[in-house]
């Protein structure tokens, strides 16, 4: 199922905070903001994968919602109502420069998470308070528990701002804006079961130790305790605010508890309703709403691949196989206001996020999973990397990778041009009697050598399909521009998706990455 963007994730699957970190009763304030905090407890990386180790060793104990009835009628709109004091935020005067507040329970995240702060080797708990809120006419103040606890937290863009550049909250997933301030698509943790026939399955970080330093002033640092019925973690991840975008350096450790059928490793999530390949179906005024409209692979062989999205009628998975890739992501590659025309959402301004392993992978999958949604409010696009290898209880896997939240991929090829659009229309030649069931496509290449080559007519793509033969392979460079446009027709035939690949040779190289596209044959 897509998961509704404005709940982030409904009925996830979750684990009991166990006490095995035990922090005791609230002692003191803070010495910034009005936060009360437990007493000190030693901490480190290795005590936390114990933790992680021991627990797989036991039972998984689904918890319970505190005041599951109260919780269950905080709707979206009901808690826009409800905000964090400023003063009482962590480190509100420093040491570092990111405050960071906290999330209430809702409807949709309503199982508690524990927070700690880093000083040192040593760690003290966040302890809840309800005056640490603004319950505005809610009338919740009094309603809620005095200890309900926190859903997650945020982390602000400075001592004075009312805007977040990254936050935690729901199951294992996090997010940070791009280079314009902008959330979009959203990572996790790791994902389990992910469309198959049984139902998916979403462990969650249920603790988490953040920390800041002076001497690093755009640095997060924070660890999570990962927990879910298959498998427990120890994560760490460090996050590095620039001007450019966030990047964070994950090193994770996974300890299974049952076998684990599909794996998927370093998870994105993301939104595609409709672009420019599928306009036709819109209902919307809008000409194209997403938070990403494609897929790239940059392979272990060193092929670059642009696979333009799909909001598909039925549930579609495809596999990329490779060895030892080089990186992967969904990116947002249109970047122009005129193409979307929302001042609200700003599409145009949503980061891209790129997945850099930092050691080898080996064989496996790039698995992207496209969901049917008829609405911009829920995520229905997933890519994440599926190893070959089964999975077992009783396995421990290290994982390390970096994520880049940047409006472009970073490693951008110098050696052959980007695919910049697609576009689907009916084909043939304009003037002539139209051929029924024929559909040309257009796909757009800029930079790489194109950028610098002259005007020529002697190109030709090369271009594959699983089911028609195509005709009319043409390539033409676009005056006042650096784009050089490929055009083919391809007789539709059947009702099965297609698969299509493309892309501009010279000699016996490739001017172009490799285009592949899924068409799903309908009227236009």
């Known amino acids: 199922m897509a998961t509704d963007r404005r709940t982030f994730l409904a009925g996830s699957m979750a684990t009991t905070i166990l006490a095995a970190l035990d922090v005791g009763p609230a002692l003191a304030r803070a010495p910034q903001g009005g936060l009360v905090l437990g007493r000190p407890e030693p901490f480190s990386f290795d005590r936390l994968l114990e933790l992680a180790r021991h627990l797989a060793g036991s039972a998984y104990n689904a918890p319970a919602s505190p005041a599951a ?29 990111f405050p960071v507040r906290f999330f209430p329970l809702n409807r949709f995240d309503s199982l508690p998470v524990a927070v700690h702060v ?26 809620l528990p005095s200890n309900i606890g926190f859903s997650g937290f945020r982390v602000m863009d400075g001592p004075r701002s009312n805007t977040d550049w990254l936050a935690f909250q729901g199951a ?16 996790r943790g790791i994902a389990v079961d992910t469309a198959l026939s049984t139902k998916e399955e979403f462990p969650r970080f249920s603790q988490f130790w953040i920390g800041e330093q002076p001497d690093q002033p755009h640095v997060v ?17 460090r996050s590095v605010y620039g001007p450019r975008g966030a990047i964070m350096e994950i090193e994770a450790q996974l300890f299974i508890r049952q076998d684990i059928r599909r794996l998927g490793i370093a998870p994105l999530t993301s939104m595609f309703w409709y672009g420019n390949t599928d ?29 333009p999205l799909n909001n598909p009628s039925t549930l579609q998975v495809n596999s990329f196989e490779d060895i030892n890739p080089r990186g992967f992501g969904l990116l947002q590659r249109d970047r122009a206001f005129a193409n979307y025309e929302d001042d609200g959402a700003f599409y145009n301004r949503r980061p891209s996020v790129w997945v850099e392993p930092l050691e080898p992978w080996g064989p496996g999958v790039v698995q992207l999973v496209e969901i049917p949604t008829a609405d911009e409010i829920h995520d229905n696009i997933v890519a994440y990397w599926l190893p070959k290898r089964a999975i077992k209880a009783g396995n421990h896997m290290k994982l390390s990778y970096r994520l880049y939240w940047q409006n472009h991929q970073p490693f951008r090829s110098k050696n052959v041009a980007e695919v910049v659009a697609t576009r689907i229309g009916e084909g043939g030649i304009p003037g002539q ?51 050089w446009r490929a055009f083919f027709d391809l007789p539709i035939e059947g009702k099965d998706p297609i698969n299509l690949r493309c892309y501009i040779p010279l000699g016996t190289g490739a001017l172009t990455e490799t285009w592949l596209y899924q068409y799903f044959p309908s009227p236009l």
Request: net charge positive; no cysteine.
């Open 279 to 307: 306009y036709w179906k819109r209902t919307d005024w809008r000409p194209a709403v997403h938070d990403s409209d494609g897929l790239s692979l940059w392979t272990g062989s060193g092929e670059r691949i642009w696979r």
């Open 433 to 483: 009697p139209a051929q029924a069931n024929v559909r040309k496509f257009v796909i757009d290449f800029s930079g790489g050598p194109l950028s610098s080559m002259k005007r020529r007519y002697d190109l030709k793509p090369v271009v594959t399909s699983s089911r028609g033969t195509p005709t009319g392979l043409a390539v033409i460079p676009v005056r006042g521009t650096k784009i």
């Open 118 to 143: 880093l000083d040192g080797a040593h760690a003290r708990q966040v302890a809840y308070r309800p005056d640490y809120f603004n319950f505005g006419d809610t009338g919740l103040a009094t309603k």
């Open 172 to 187: 294992s997933y996090f997010r940070t804006a791009g280079a314009e301030n902008q959330y979009g698509l959203s990572a």
């Open 69 to 97: 009835s109260l919780v269950q009628s905080l709707d979206f709109d009901l808690v826009q109502k409800i905000s964090f004091k400023p003063q009482d935020a962590l480190w509100a005067s420093g040491p570092g420069h």
């Open 221 to 237: 640092l924070v660890y999570a305790l990962l927990e879910g019925p298959s498998l427990t973690g120890a994560y760490k991840i």
